[in-house]
């Protein structure tokens, strides 16, 4: 049949006008039964579709991001509100992109256009999606998780954080760690590395160690995730793809130039800036291991001159208290540690960042860098040659306990409370100075 171009168009865009009815007019019989057959076809609610809580990360003073795990092929959701009953909540569109990304197995949710310091009420849903025609798409109702909380960082925001690494994906004892950190409170935990138990080798494995974590439903639900990578999370085959379950921190924290250090960190916290590093793999780039891959020769380099640049943000310049993070410690005071630039072994601290990142710290007055990697609590007090003080915490190990460190601002001081996990004890407590700024 000859289609007259013209009334055709005139009756598509009359059609599409009044989809909303329910019934197209005017077009072919194959295209109406189209239309029909989509419109008819159910969708069932796809109960259990949502195989986490949502997981916070990412947190940045007018942005927060959510993670979460689904069972099938769908697409995901997220609603903020500024009450717990949701009312004038806001769905989340995916701003800047032509069309709403998909997954069958995770979805990652940027909540943009928040304000600093504010508290937040959010859920997350996921509508599964069929083809009932070619590839005519269709949604299913959406399953919505529960209403959880969150608290954006920035300047007015609580001088409140914690801090844990070392988890490797020790299920049991990091349940006691996460129970830890909600007691307390804390509105953000920087997970400072080596999430993997050793490597990543599939998609599974990046989910189960970042978002469905046995026996710890929830943990970033109330409390959102700042990640640092360590070694081990740049070992395996699918370590490199991180960033299916983990999104780069905001532009606005790096000069164009820097545009691929997508994982360092700078914001406030109330009068605490909050600086993240990247020390890297724990041996030199012609490691054998490497295959010849490694670049973090130049990534440490990179990030000297963006740590540099930070500073000349006057949110981060003018902080009360600097605190910066690494995964590998930059300081040793054993002259027989092992330095990570040579081919024997393994790094027990990282110099070649030190060197680096060591002079900026102590030039712009940053009071405290906190470390893991060695699995053992450890501190190592400001000298006159480095004015910065090194906190290390522990991690799994017969020798050794695992530590949630509780930092805040307190009596005008910055206090660093160090907690045995195992044995839910105070192990010690740190106190710091506020900056001559
Ligand atoms: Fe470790
Ligand atoms: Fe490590």
Redesign the pocket.
Known sequence: MKIDRRAFLKTSALAAMTAHAGKAVAMLPSEQAAWDKWESTAIPRPEGILASSPMLQCPAPDSMGVAFSVTALSAGFAEVADNPEMKGSRRIEAEGVPIMPTDERVHLIRMTGLRPGTRYWYRVGAASLAHPIGYWTKQSEIVWSAVHSFTTPGESAPSHFAMMS?THAEYGQMARMTAKYRGLGAPFVVWN??VARSKMNDRNDLVRNFIELPENDGYASDAAIVFNS???DYRGDYAWKLDEVIMPRPSSERAGRFEHLMRNFAFRAGEIALIGLDTGE?KPDRHPSFGGLARFGRYRELQAEWLKDQFNRPEIAKAPYIVAFV??PIFDSDPNANPGNVLEDYAEWQADCAALWGPTLAENGVQLVMA??THKYRFDPATAERPWAQLVGGGRGEKTHQTVVDCRVDGGKLVADVWNTDSDTLIASHRFDPRAC
């Open positions: 070392d590395g080596d360590g070694n081990h724990d995964h590998i893991g990697h």
